[in-house]
């Protein structure tokens, strides 16, 4: 089955980027869940699942990317930053470096050897 680069940070990354906000603003800036999920534009279930490990398994960061999460989590806390521009920069970090080309010739077959779509 094909799958288009848009799908694989929809499945695959948004929600390990989401996790790692999440357990983030819970974990070193005391959010609640709640206010996390209203944050993030979550239900408080998605965070709960996120938190326990429970959501997003198959993407894990390097500390680079992670420490960028918490600079950014950092600003989000502080309402500097809205939690959606936050996320989208991570999301351009991400196909920068080429993790989500990674994923995406991991999970779909048919992308060749050397494919650059995402950066045409």
């Not at 239900?43 to 600079?71: C, G, H, M, W």
Request: charged share 30%; hydrophobic share 40%; net charge positive.
């Amino acid at each position: 089955m094909r799958i288009l680069p848009q799908e694989v940070e929809l499945w695959y990354v948004l929600p390990s980027i989401r996790s790692e906000f999440a357990k983030t603003l819970v974990t070193v800036y005391g959010f609640s869940q709640k206010r996390t999920a209203k944050l993030l534009g979550l239900t408080e279930a998605a965070v709960s699942q996120y938190l326990n490990s429970k959501r997003a398994q198959y993407l894990r960061f390097d500390n680079p990317v992670k420490e960028t999460i918490k600079k950014l989590a950092a600003r989000v806390a502080d309402n500097k930053l809205e939690a959606s521009v936050a996320i989208l920069r991570i999301c351009k970090l991400l196909k920068r470096i080429g993790v989500v080309c990674k994923v995406h010739k991991d999970k779909d077959p048919y992308v060749k050897e050397g494919c650059d779509i995402c950066f045409k």
